[in-house]
């Protein structure tokens, strides 16, 4: 009679936070219509590489969260640190003031950055960041003499935030029309998606001068003169993982050096440890100008973001120059606590070095997927994959808009998680499984997601084939 009271409770308790969830909770990113004939998935707690419901049911996180908890849940490590600084000092802004974090955690990320990155203004997030960026590298050049210079470039349905400017930069036409008019003077070139390369599509170096010399022809277009800073991101998250062609950064470099713009490595998922590096920058070989970052920071603990800029452009800005920019919570003790808990958890444990000795296993599971007549493309680096889905292995047709809806949002968002995997199926470009799991996972891990995909995908197949 006790275990029935209980559940009895329990359950009254699941049905009152599924009245106030639907009543007040307005969710991100979220059709909320959605769930007026579905519960409201509630996510009660997490252990490693698992989620908890409120009904107790457990799923692999495959997504990290959102590419963020790299060290799996439950650290009380980080939750300890995070305990103790609040204890202290429980808030404290770096406008014209310091606390100790704020002033170790820069000095730590200055020693992972490449080259001469060593100066770090803190958000509280990755969209703040790119913000940061972009009002930099017009400040920048303002005050070095070329004062035209304030376009950006950024690749063809890349994402890279939803606040105004960030928006802007994204390349995602149905995410910003709701918002337009947005900040002017940002422009689109071609993305590395291999796997629909519109020329050398048997040549991946050659696809890749090909896309690095459309920057060129870009900034040529709207005139050197007008071009502040390219956005790029290690591996295009937007569309399903797009990496680098061999070659691709390095002749990026060369045309931003001799057209003088900056190149903004966008990491806010690419840093700590997805890529198995603590930047994406450091795997591909290229040195950026800037590195935007976030999410992995803290492995999710607390809320941080990160613009890391070079000496030279800190420059100016040491003679008397103000940044006039900044965020109440950027660099926030208690975030910044997390953060250097987090990087000693990296180090300690190997984090980076543990993904790659598994990444090749990960990347191996995954491509077991490709005998399945709806897999198309398995594609990604590091512990960051997507897997693109057709209509026709033969040809790479893909699905309708229509269709795309009634496979994505329709089954395979609900089916996935039903089947106890928590990842991403979207469309942003063409529709897409992505997965990105916690930086921990293993071949247990890998063999599981496997398993619940050809599950799922077989039953997806079956009603769109």
Not at 102 to 122: C, H, I, K, M, W
Not at 193 to 221: C, K, L, M, S, T
Not at 369 to 384: A, E, M, S, W
Request: aromatic share 10%; proline share 6%; hydrophobic share 40%.
């Amino acid at each position: 009679m006790a275990i029935d009271a209980s559940l009895d409770l329990q359950d009254t308790a699941n049905a009152a936070l599924q009245q106030a969830a639907r009543d007040h909770l307005w969710m991100h990113f979220t059709n909320m219509a959605s769930y007026d004939d579905h519960e409201v998935p509630i996510i009660v707690r997490g252990e490693g590489a698992y989620l908890y419901d409120s009904h107790g049911r457990r799923y692999l996180d495959g997504l990290a969260g959102l590419f963020v908890s790299q060290l799996g849940h439950g650290r009380t490590e980080l939750a300890e640190a995070a305990a103790r600084q609040a204890g202290q000092l429980g808030f404290m802004p770096i406008w014209s003031y310091a606390h100790p974090n704020a002033v170790e955690l820069a000095q730590r990320l200055s020693t992972y950055t490449p080259g001469d990155l060593n100066r770090v203004f803190f958000t509280s997030g990755g969209g703040e960041a790119v913000e940061s960026a972009w009002k930099l590298a017009k400040q920048y050049f303002k005050l070095t003499g070329k004062p035209t210079k304030h376009k950006v470039l950024s690749r063809s349905i890349a994402y890279h935030g939803t606040t105004q400017g960030a928006l802007s930069i994204t390349g995602l036409p149905d995410l910003k029309m709701p918002y337009e008019p947005l900040v002017p003077s940002t422009f689109r070139v071609p993305n590395t998606n291999f796997y629909r390369a519109p020329i050398h599509g048997d040549d991946p170096e050659a696809f890749g001068r090909w896309a690095a010399d459309q920057i060129a022809v870009a900034i040529e277009n709207e005139g050197p003169d007008s071009v502040a800073a390219i956005f790029l991101e290690p591996v295009q998250n937007s569309g399903g993982c797009f990496p680098p062609p061999p070659g691709y950064f390095q002749r990026v470099r060369e045309i931003c050096d001799e057209y003088d713009v900056l190149l903004v490595s966008d990491e806010v998922i690419c840093a700590f440890g997805r890529l198995g590096h603590m930047f994406g920058a450091e795997r591909y070989g290229y040195q950026p100008d800037i590195i935007t970052c976030a999410k992995g920071i803290t492995s999710g603990y607390a809320p941080l973001g990160a613009m890391i800029a070079s000496d030279k452009l800190f420059e100016p800005f040491g003679k008397g120059n103000v940044f006039y920019h900044g965020y109440t919570f950027g660099g926030h003790p208690v975030s910044t606590a997390v953060a250097m808990a987090n990087l000693d958890i990296f180090e300690r444990e190997g984090i980076n070095e543990h993904v790659q000795a598994n990444e090749a296993a990960f990347r191996q599971t995954l491509e077991k997927l490709l005998d399945l007549p709806i897999v198309g493309h398995v594609r990604g680096d590091g512990y960051f994959y997507g897997i693109e889905l057709v209509k026709d292995k033969a040809t790479k047709e893909t699905f309708t808009e229509e269709e795309c809806e009634h496979l994505l949002a329709g089954f395979l968002s609900h089916a996935l998680f039903d089947a106890g995997l928590y990842c991403r199926a979207d469309d942003r470009g063409e529709p897409v499984v992505q997965l990105a799991p916690p930086l921990i996972c293993e071949q247990p891990q890998f063999d599981e997601m496997e398993q619940i995909l050809r599950s799922v995908l077989t039953e997806a197949w079956k009603r769109v084939g």
